[in-house]
């Protein structure tokens, strides 16, 4: 299957010159759980990984180092979740998660059956989720093939440079890279993953 995703990315020339530099981490895990990989997603947006790891660690020990069930988050006030290093905000956006997934029974759902705007639908009535947080999940925990994180700081930055695009006017700018995207589909997150790798290792 890799070898058929590299050989259909392969068709665009700049991902060609990825394609051929970098290796990317192809998934082979089975599918994780929606709701912890979403607290854990919270817990990482705008931190450094090694912050933010130290932090999800400390998070973790206040439930036997195990991801917490809803009941169990609950049940923790949201001063004592700072304690782990958590923002006011973050306490209050992973408890959010914890109640709509009580209020609407989401941990017996079978996300497997729901496409991928369904579920930014879904989540993003939550507070504290947005849609780059429910994509970056669908991307990771569901290993969704085809998702194009638009608003991606990474993504864009990464586009702007490859493919030369000097566009000040955002929505200009995320139509140029919709339209790049567009010859990616339908593999659009592991074109996504290889612009990621690229920005840890430019080429």
């Not at 947005?130 to 998702?147: F, K, N, S």
């Not at 000040?168 to 995320?174: T, V």
């Not at 990616?184 to 993953?193: F, I, L, T």
Request: some cysteine; aromatic content about 8%.
């Amino acid at each position: 299957m890799s070898e058929q995703i590299k050989d259909h990315l392969s068709s665009d020339p700049v991902m060609r010159s990825l394609v051929e530099r970098l290796e990317i981490r192809w998934p082979r895990s089975p599918v994780r759980a929606v709701y912890p990989a979403l607290i854990q997603s919270i817990i990482f947006q705008q931190l450094s990984t090694r912050a933010a790891q130290a932090i999800y660690e400390r998070f973790l020990a206040m439930f036997d180092h195990d991801a917490p069930s809803p009941e169990a988050l609950l049940a923790k006030s949201p001063d004592e979740l700072r304690t782990a290093g958590l923002s006011r905000a973050k306490s209050q956006y992973v408890q959010n998660v914890a109640r709509h997934f009580l209020q609407h029974n989401l941990s017996a759902r079978n996300w497997n059956r729901h496409d991928d705007q369904a579920i930014i639908t879904e989540l993003t009535q939550i507070k504290g989720v947005g849609v780059w947080t429910v994509q970056m999940l669908l991307i990771g925990a569901l290993q969704r093939p085809d998702v194009f994180p638009v608003d991606d700081q990474v993504i864009r930055t990464g586009m702007s440079k490859l493919y030369g695009l000097n566009i000040a006017e955002k929505k200009l700018l995320q139509k140029k890279m919709h339209d790049i995207a567009g010859q990616w589909a339908p593999y659009r997150s592991y074109a996504c993953r290889y612009i990621w790798a690229w920005k840890d290792t430019p080429v």
